[in-house]
């Protein structure tokens, strides 16, 4: 509920917004089915892969681990929201290097930074993000989930927003408290530029680009977004097939 809430609220400030007008008749058609296809697939169709598919093979593979591992609250949040996290990072990173970025590429077409583009990607681009089989793994393992599932709610919603054109003013005390630690929307489109810029890999938190030396930060927005490239609408859906 956390993020269908966060996608309706910031669609609602989006599309408000009468100092980022947000022009509904500027995205073609193909990027409405993209964008569309893309919500579908990693925000409805993923999720209940995750608690079926995956979770069964977890079920078949390690029949004598369900629900074993018994750990407190915080820290199964903090290995949804930290370590999960990292791994992330890394994983993001792979689609950047030569060997996988013809697929990712297709998620770097935004030209806006808008909550509908979030999950533009490839349709096969799902199954190779760490979240489908770690966070499965983990909600298999947890005798009590909860706040481990509290940690993948977060997460999602934070990724909504951080591809969203809400930024923080940065004499706000929200941008204050939220930029030593979060990757902001302003830290993101960077990583969406035209210019493109090799870093601001991390999900929510920004220490990971900063440990390895990845982290771009500019207070001025990037003069354009996305990259360009002469795929068709089904194949920027089907790659790599």
């Known amino acids: 509920m956390l993020v269908f809430f966060t996608f309706v609220i910031l669609l609602a400030l989006t599309v408000t917004d009468s100092k980022k007008p947000f022009l509904l008749w500027k995205k073609s058609g193909e990027d409405w089915l993209l964008d569309g296809i893309g919500l579908f697939f990693q925000g409805i169709l993923i ?56 697929i990712h590429q297709v998620h770097h077409t935004v030209t806006e930074m808008d909550v509908l583009g979030t999950s533009r990607n490839t349709l096969w681009t799902s199954f190779l993000i760490v979240y489908l089989w770690i966070h499965s793994l983990f909600l298999y393992l947890l005798e009590e989930p909860n706040c481990y599932i509290l940690g993948i709610s977060l997460s999602s919603a934070l990724d909504l927003w951080r591809h969203s054109n809400l930024n923080p003013k940065l004499d706000s005390w929200i941008y204050a408290c939220l930029s030593p630690w979060l990757i902001l929307p302003q830290d993101h489109a960077w990583h969406h530029s035209t210019d493109y810029i090799q870093g601001n890999y991390g999900a929510n938190l920004k220490l990971w680009d900063k440990l390895h030396g990845t982290y771009y930060k500019s207070k001025n927005p990037p003069d354009s977004l996305g990259v360009s490239n002469s795929l068709s609408a089904i194949k920027k859906l089907i790659l790599p097939f």
């Open 47 to 102: 999720p209940l892969l995750q608690i079926t598919v995956v979770f069964q093979i977890y079920q078949f593979l390690l029949p004598n681990i369900h629900a074993s591992l018994n750990i407190h609250p915080i820290v199964a949040f903090l290995l949804s929201f930290v370590f999960v996290d990292y791994l992330y990072y890394w994983n993001h990173r792979l689609f950047h290097t030569k060997t996988m970025w013809f």
